[in-house]
Nanobody, 124 residues
Framework: QVQLVESGGGLVQAGGSLRLSCAASGRTWSIANMAWFRQAPGKEREFVAMINWSGSWTFQADSSKGRFTISIDNAKNTLYLQLASLTPEDTAVYFC?????????????????WGQGTQVTVSS
């Protein structure tokens, strides 16, 4: 099993920034890729960005390119998502996830482990 715990969400004004963290523990040796998803009220869970465990490559949704940056610190087993130029449309619960699948994985069903989520609220 892999345990994931997110932190760093909060209330921020439009144009502001936040950094989300996700600490991984347990069988981290089994993780191939990690990702961030988000889910706004009444909407489906949406892929934001992914990174392989070594941090050598990333893949992002078009909606997050240029504003969000995903990174990983293997020494700390911690995944990050730097959010910038936030708009009210970015308001959602942000989840980190881990999978043993290789390659580009953007479907929630293909992720084996999930954190509890952290709320990001952007005021106008």
């Amino acid at each position: 099993q892999v345990q994931l715990v997110e932190s760093g969400g909060g209330l921020v004004q439009a144009g502001g920034s936040l950094r989300l963290s996700c600490a991984a523990s347990g069988r981290t040796w089994s993780i191939a890729n990690m990702a961030w998803f988000r889910q706004a009220p009444g909407k489906e869970r949406e892929f934001v960005a992914m990174i392989n465990w070594s941090g050598s490559w990333t893949f992002q949704a078009d909606s997050s390119k240029g504003r969000f940056t995903i990174s990983i610190d293997n020494a700390k087993n911690t995944l990050y998502l730097q959010l910038a130029s936030l708009t009210p449309e970015d308001t959602a619960v942000y989840f980190c996830a881990a999978t043993s699948r290789q390659g580009i994985v953007t479907t929630p069903l293909h992720y084996d482990y999930w954190g509890q989520g952290t709320q990001v609220t952007v005021s106008s």
